[in-house]
């Protein structure tokens, strides 16, 4: 099995979760969201590439032969951007559905 394969369901569901919270949105708001979207990625993809060669240098962890697709980023693999991706496109969406069902947005009961 390749860390590709183990990736895709969280990809999936996150995209699911993203497409329908943007549909539920105005048509204005969409066009923000997916710039916000798109920094968002770009910011923590950069500290994914950062932090996660400085563990693979120091030796902290690395990847059994056949089971990367191949590319890196610096030494990071390709596959290890797929979770970063998945909880930018979640975290808003599931916030966002939230919202529209009225949960509260503070944290914690009173």
Known sequence: MTY????LPFLAVAACVAVLATVRMP????RTRLLALGIA???????????????????LFGYADGTR???TVWLAPVEDF???????????????????????VEGGAR
């Open 41 to 59: 990625f770009v910011l923590i993809a950069a500290l994914t590439a950062v932090f996660d060669s400085v563990m693979i240098a120091a030796g």
């Open 82 to 104: 797929a979770y970063p991706l998945a909880a930018v496109l979640l975290v808003p969406a599931v916030f966002s559905l939230a919202l529209r069902r009225g949960a509260p």
């Open 27 to 30: 048509r204005a708001a969409r």
């Open 69 to 71: 697709l191949g590319p």
């Open 4 to 7: 590709l394969l183990i990736c």
